[in-house]
């Protein structure tokens, strides 16, 4: 079965931090790494996971780690797949990017 997509993935395994508000509208926060990117969301492994149709936030230093000068990544959208842990793989969640934002420089 072929996946018909509207935007080009890219496999980067690229640490992020991402925020949502959670039950009672407190702000959760947590890190992972990144399966894959595209310009309109990504796919990212997490020990805690934002719940199905959440808006979160997104921060990632591209690339990471590196000597030269730095890009960074931020943006906003929404939880559209959640895959929790199942027998030793990590879970992971799906986002769809209202916007991202890539600039030079440090965060």
Same mark, same amino acid.
Do not use: N
């Given at each position: 079965?072929?996946?018909?997509?509207n935007y080009n993935r890219y496999r980067l395994e690229i640490p992020v931090t991402f925020s949502w508000k959670?039950?009672?509208?407190?702000?959760?926060?947590?890190?992972?790494?990144t399966r894959d990117l595209s310009v309109r969301?990504?796919?990212i492994f997490a020990d805690k996971l934002p719940p199905l149709k959440s808006s979160i936030?997104?921060?990632?230093?591209?690339p990471p780690g590196s000597a030269t000068l730095p890009l960074r990544m931020f943006g906003k959208g929404? #939880? @559209? $797949?959640?895959?929790?842990a199942i027998a030793g793989h990590d879970?992971?969640?799906?986002?769809?990017a209202r916007a991202f #934002? @890539? $600039?030079r420089g440090e965060v």
């Open positions: 079965m072929v996946e018909a997509r959670g039950a009672q509208r407190t702000q959760q926060q947590s890190a992972g790494i969301g990504a796919f936030g997104l921060k990632a230093h591209l929404e #939880v @559209v $797949r959640v895959e929790p879970g992971g969640f799906a986002v769809a #934002v @890539v $600039r």
